[in-house]
């Protein structure tokens, strides 16, 4: 498993991996991007962000870096930087397959990304990710999956991916939605040969939105590595968009709401890596004081009383408006 190479690492922040979700395309479901992105969001504008917070997240210890197809040109971005810095060895990169990036390169698209997770677009979306990462690609997971998920009942597929797993590549997935729970238990449920397919999970998991920790922690318990990803909920756990009592423990600590978010997440013992998606190096720092918060009984017991029902989580996440 490419995350041994994390065990391995010393620094506080090497369970923090770094997602490009926010800034491998202009568009995206957090708010105030018109304060924290440039007024040019163009290709070459969105590179050099990337690159400024790849250089950033792994100078402060992020090993971890997290892409998609569907991220616009994010898995173009971090090939170029991994290219560019050759000494750079020690990353573990992972990215996903099964959703297109439809959004041409605009914040007002009518439609940004489409979900198909046929065998058909897993070969073509491979062989674009291929293309660009190469031998750097260290984990390749099935995006959103469902517990109706076509992914988990496609025979072929499922060969397809273990010759990928077999090849050197670790296959895994992630899950959205009301229903992380039961999509992570199905999967994890999908063998091939009598050994389990799927060695990663990535999930949904915050303040707000706990309701896949039990599936988690038995993905944990049987090898499964976990990636924690939205522990700030999409920006609501972060600045000034973070409920008061997420913003009176930063205050206690001396730091900001999106570190108490990252540090709730962090203490869960199953919790692998939990992604940062800041889109400024400022951000970034915030967050990576995550690991200095002690989160003693009082202060999870006043952040448990934020935990919303799935159903209103993910219906409120899906009114998010792209900018």
């Known amino acids: 498993?490419?995350?041994?190479?994390?065990?391995?690492?010393?620094?506080?922040?090497?369970?923090?991996?770094?997602?490009?979700?926010?800034?491998?395309?202009?568009?995206?479901?957090?708010?105030?991007?018109?304060?924290?992105?440039?007024?040019?969001?163009?290709?070459?504008?969105?590179?050099?962000?990337?690159?400024?917070?790849?250089?950033?997240?792994?100078?402060?210890?992020?090993?971890?870096?997290?892409?998609?197809?569907s991220y616009g040109r994010a898995e173009e971005f971090l090939a170029g930087w991994l290219t560019a810095r050759p000494e750079v060895t020690d990353v573990v990169v992972g990215s996903k397959w099964g959703y297109t990036y439809t959004g041409d390169w605009r914040v007002d698209a009518e439609e940004h990304e489409v979900k198909d997770h046929s065998l058909a677009t897993f070969e073509r979306q491979y062989a674009e990710t291929a293309g660009l990462l190469g031998d750097r690609l260290d984990l390749y997971q099935v995006h959103s999956v469902t517990a109706d998920s076509p992914a988990l009942g496609d025979k072929d597929l499922h060969a397809r991916l273990a010759e990928l797993a077999a090849s050197g590549t670790t296959v895994g997935f992630s899950a959205s939605g009301p229903g992380q729970a039961d999509a992570i238990r199905a999967a994890l449920a999908v063998t091939v040969d009598g050994e389990p397919l799927f060695r990663t999970v990535q999930a949904t998991y915050n303040a707000l939105e706990t309701s896949a920790g039990a599936a988690l922690a038995?993905?944990?318990?049987?090898?499964?590595?976990?990636?924690?990803?939205?522990?700030?909920?999409?920006?609501?756990?972060?600045?000034?968009?973070a409920p008061a009592v997420v913003?009176?423990?930063?205050?206690?600590?001396?730091?900001?709401?999106?570190?108490?978010?990252?540090?709730?997440?962090?203490?869960?013992?199953?919790?692998?890596?939990?992604?940062?998606?800041a889109a400024t190096v400022t951000q970034l720092a915030a967050n990576l004081h995550a690991p200095l918060l002690d989160l003693d009984p009082d202060r999870l017991d006043r952040l448990a009383a934020l935990v919303e029902e799935p159903e209103a989580y993910w219906r409120h996440r899906a009114s998010l408006p792209w900018s």
């Open 218 to 241: 038995e993905a944990h318990d049987a090898g499964v590595t976990v990636i924690v990803k939205e522990a700030m909920a999409n920006g609501r756990l972060a600045g000034t968009e």
């Open 247 to 277: 913003r009176e423990i930063g205050a206690e600590a001396g730091l900001d709401a999106d570190a108490v978010a990252l540090a709730h997440v962090l203490r869960r013992p199953w919790a692998g890596v939990v992604l940062s998606g």
């Open 1 to 69: 498993m490419p995350f041994a190479r994390l065990n391995r690492a010393t620094t506080p922040t090497s369970h923090i991996g770094l997602g490009l979700a926010a800034v491998g395309r202009p568009g995206y479901i957090t708010p105030h991007r018109d304060r924290d992105l440039p007024a040019d969001r163009g290709v070459d504008a969105m590179r050099a962000r990337t690159h400024e917070l790849l250089d950033a997240a792994y100078a402060q210890g992020v090993r971890y870096f997290d892409a998609a197809r």
